[in-house]
């Protein structure tokens, strides 16, 4: 595998998939990402619905936000990764909210996430987070029950293109030395 950084500075968000279908064994490998992923204590709030059946990728096409550019992507690839949160974990002791920011689940899924594209990305897979949608009737279509969230679809797939590297700040308008000013 090709030293890390590379990974993450060559992998893109894909929307163009090849139909060939991904094996089973390299589903294992990118769910086995999430598994080692940091999460708030080890809370390890994600729960993934792992989407092949092309009825149900029809359905989450009608929640996707219109005109939002993953649409395609959700009804090409061979498979669609749900992210889902379990409520009142991440970012809790004892029950009770610990920070200023409430529940961690965005911040643990966002870490997820990212282990997910950068492994696919690893395995010569493309990936793209989908996350403008009508979450509630995304908890209908895949029937999530109380307590859980629905936070992000990511089709993975074989690219028919890879875009090009988008332009990227330098890291001297976003490092602060000390104290922010």
């Not at 390890?44 to 059946?53: F, L, N, P, S």
């Not at 920070?99 to 961690?104: I, R």
Request: charged letters at 25%; glycine letters at 6%; proline letters at 5%.
């Amino acid at each position: 595998m090709s030293d890390i950084i590379d990974i993450i500075k060559s992998r893109r968000s894909v929307r163009n998939f090849s139909d060939k279908n991904i094996s089973d064994e390299m589903t294992d490998k990118i769910l086995e990402a999430v598994l080692w992923s940091p999460s708030w204590t080890n809370s390890q709030c994600w729960e993934i619905i792992v989407i092949k059946d092309q009825s149900v990728k029809e359905q989450i096409k009608e929640v996707i936000t219109p005109k939002n550019p993953g649409t395609k992507a959700i009804i090409d690839a061979p498979v669609v990764l749900a992210l889902c949160a379990k409520l009142g974990v991440s970012g809790y002791y004892n029950k009770k909210v610990s920070t200023k920011f409430g529940d961690w689940f965005m911040f643990d899924l966002g870490i997820a996430a990212q282990s997910i594209c950068l492994c696919a990305h690893g395995l010569g897979l493309g990936t793209v987070i989908v996350g403008l949608l009508d979450h509630d009737g995304a908890k209908k279509v895949l029937n999530i029950p109380d307590g859980y969230e629905v936070v992000t679809f990511i089709p993975v797939g074989y690219p028919l293109k890879v875009p090009s590297a988008p332009r990227r700040k330098k890291i001297s308008d976003f490092v602060h030395k000390d104290s922010f000013c």
